[in-house]
């Protein structure tokens, strides 16, 4: 609906009704207005799947919602770096959406992973704010490509889950506008999202929600970001604070405190015009979802499954293969172990969790293939949920490695199957309980269980291959010992055949790490202040989060961001710039030429880094700043080009309040990861005038 006719419908509208409609109707609807003939949306979960519940009032489980299609999560998702899949993916995601009545996706999830601790690090998409802002961006623009609305949550600063509700994030100003908001920035100004979340913290001691330079001087003021803000749901702590800083919406309804805004605007304390503008904002996501909304649609289930899995085979990672021990050999004896490899884990709990359609497994997908002589041994018990998902309080039911004991007699019984087999398949794992929304975990490792499981393998065994199922890294302390690891991350419902598929030789693994894997969680850069003490946590580590720290440091990690094995080789050449110094208002285009030189068809991700030579502003050795994904034929080259403004040589300079170009020498670099660079160039940026950046995020209408 138009601007001027949504204005006109809220001047009709009586102050108590304005206020109620800045509430929701229960915890997935916006309010109806009858007297004016105003209807209600919905809105549903979540990032990775449809979490539409129908009759919460009656059955408030979280994990009580219609059947869906369940994606691969976003920490899998992220691994492609492919933004094209991104956007086809997230359309099934949008036409699911028509299906189920849903107006608003309430996602992606482009909150920064500073720790691998995190416990919702599953639902996020990189340590990176370019990847996860050139991902989000994709998604959001895939789903609102269907005519569904997408909400980018969680804003801002919300990179634990511990004390979430009332922690305050203490981020000084360079460390937000380099690490933690660039990725919303770019969702909003590429992909304008119908919605975006404030989140339940506190950013430097004011909640997201009550936070007016973020939400309107920043958000719409800066970026130019026209939709509605709606709160995290029980995010809102004062209705009036929220109204007046631009949190339009609260989530979910909250009929008692309707009249707070009524009571503030009669006592001079909030404007009625703020009023006004959020009300603008809700009816406009409202008009704008149900005017797109396609009665009757349907849609093809297996197609669907048969989306993600390719999603899933575009994303596993690829981390070990020494001995060429994958793909596996046609009619090889081997032996499959692990709970997980029967009841696999392709999500993770909270309000992401979806009720999946149809779950294939590894070994039934494996088995389905019939080109192998498979074996099978539980090896560990039957991974159960030890405490309520649901539960209030996660403190004090937490879950440790510790808790898992090694089951002597099923460990017996692998190592035999094992010891008889070619090659042994280990499925291996985080429970879901030990990575949930609602807490962090406290340690980095896996279950007790599976590790003395892998090493007694070992023992008789060298030809081991691990396939892991987690949201978030995990120490691997058998990784020098085994032959091959795949990363599988939390795959979706497709998990079976594509990790059929990778392990097999259908496809070549391309995944890419979105995030590093420290050998240990101490590490990390964020590892003495993560999650902080009473209610605050300090972001000392600054901008140095991930491959920024470890980089710089000159730190080894067991895998570094942007890194993955392929069954085939690539090479690169002809690194090319167009010039050898950048000056405001310049571009710099670049250009790479890779070629697969292997034998099997397989796809590349080209990563561009800006690493520093010289500069008198501290800063991390490199950032990424460019990335491409290239499928290629045995012996086919392609060339690969991008393009630089100033802001991707740009830091925030909190005296001028500006992204500034500094003096200095860079380079411009190809690497395979953050680690390992092949190729690069120098580049020289000059700045006399110190002259603010131009944001090089450019504004793209889709949908
Ligand atoms: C989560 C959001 C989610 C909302 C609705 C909150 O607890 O933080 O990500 O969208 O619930 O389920």
Redesign the pocket.
């Known amino acids: 609906m138009e601007k001027e006719k949504i204005r006109q419908l809220v001047s009709q509208m009586t102050l108590e009704e304005k206020a109620g409609l800045c509430s929701g109707d229960g915890p997935w609807k916006t309010k109806a207005v009858e007297r004016l003939g105003i209807p209600q949306m919905w809105m549903s979960?979540?990032p990775h799947g449809l979490?539409k519940q129908e009759n919460y009032a009656e059955k408030p489980d979280i994990n009580d919602s219609l059947p869906a299609v369940s994606f691969p999560s976003e920490c899998a998702m992220a691994a492609s770096w492919d933004r094209e899949l991104l956007r086809e993916t997230a359309g099934w995601l949008g036409r699911e959406s028509q299906v189920r009545d849903v107006h608003c996706v309430?996602g992606p999830?482009v909150n920064i992973k500073r720790s691998p601790l995190c416990g919702r690090n599953f639902e996020y998409l990189s340590e990176d704010p370019y990847l996860a802002g050139e991902l989000g961006a994709a998604y959001v623009q895939g789903v609102q490509s269907e005519g569904v609305g997408a909400c980018v949550?969680?804003y801002l600063a919300n990179s634990q889950e511990k004390r979430r509700y009332w922690n305050s994030s203490e981020v000084d100003e360079r460390t937000l506008r380099d690490i933690y908001l660039p990725a919303f920035e770019t969702v909003v100004k590429k992909a304008k999202p119908m919605a975006v979340?404030a989140s339940?913290n506190k950013i430097n001691g004011t909640y997201a929600t009550e936070s007016r330079d973020r939400l309107v001087d920043l958000l719409r003021g800066e970026w130019g970001y026209d939709g509605c803000v709606m709160s995290?749901?029980?995010a809102t702590h004062n209705r009036q604070k929220a109204v007046g800083a631009g949190c339009a919406l609260t989530m979910p309804g909250e009929p008692k405190t309707d009249h707070e805004i009524v009571t503030a605007v009669q006592a001079g304390v909030l404007e009625e015009a703020r009023v006004d503008e959020a009300c603008e904002q809700i009816l406009q996501m409202v008009y704008d979802g149900l005017e797109q909304h396609r009665e009757g649609a349907k849609i093809d289930y297996e197609a669907e499954h048969e989306a993600v899995r390719i999603a899933e085979e575009q994303s596993a990672v690829l981390l070990k293969n020494e001995d060429g021990i994958l793909p596996l050999k046609k009619g090889s004896r081997v032996a499959v172990i692990g709970c997980l490899a029967k009841e696999p884990r392709y999500q993770g709990g909270?309000?992401?969790h979806v009720c999946a359609i149809r779950v294939s497994t590894p070994y039934e997908a494996l088995e389905a293939l019939g080109e192998l002589e498979l074996t099978y041994a539980d090896g560990y018990p039957k991974i159960t949920t030890r405490r309520s998902l649901t539960s209030a309080d996660f403190e004090t039911t937490r879950v440790f490695a510790a808790d898992y004991a090694p089951d002597e007699a099923l460990i017996k019984e692998a190592v035999a199957l094992a010891k008889d087999a070619d090659t042994v398949l280990i499925f291996a794992g985080l429970p879901e309980d030990m990575e949930t929304?609602g807490d962090d975990r406290d340690e980095m490792c896996l279950p007790d269980d599976q590790n003395a499981l892998i090493r007694e393998i070992l023992k008789v065994q060298p030809n081991a291959v691990v396939v892991l199922q987690n949201g978030s890294p995990v120490e691997l302390p058998w990784a020098e010992d085994v032959k091959g690891i795949l990363e599988l991350y939390l795959g979706g419902e497709a998990v079976g055949e594509a990790a059929a598929d990778l392990l097999t030789g259908k496809v070549s693994p391309s995944g890419r790490l979105p995030e590093s894997f420290p050998f240990r969680l101490e590490d990390n850069p964020s590892y003495l202040f993560y999650t902080g003490t009473g209610a605050k946590v300090e972001y000392r580590e600054g901008v140095y989060v991930g491959y920024r720290y470890y980089e710089t440091k000159k730190m080894p990690v067991r895998y570094p961001f942007g890194y993955g094995l392929s069954y085939s080789t690539f090479s690169y050449s002809d690194l090319k710039v167009s010039r050898e110094v950048l000056r405001p208002g310049e571009t710099l285009e670049v250009s790479v030429r890779v070629k697969n030189t292997g034998s099997v068809a397989a796809a590349e991700v080209v990563q561009l880094y800006v690493g520093c030579r010289k500069c008198e502003v501290l800063r991390p050795v490199r950032e990424l700043k460019g990335f491409d994904k290239v499928c290629l034929q045995p012996g086919e080259e392609k060339e690969v080009r991008f393009t630089l403004d100033e802001r991707a040589f740009s830091y925030w300079e909190c005296d001028k309040n500006a992204y500034l170009m500094a003096p200095g020498s860079f380079a411009v670099q190809i690497g395979k990861n953050a680690h390992e660079i092949l190729l690069e160039h120098p580049v020289t940026c000059e700045n006399p005038d110190n002259a603010p950046a131009k944001s090089k995020v450019e504004v793209v209408m889709y949908g």
Do not use: N
Request: net charge negative.
């Open positions: 979960d979540g979490r309430l999830g949550k969680h979340m339940y995290d749901w029980g909270g309000s992401s929304e």
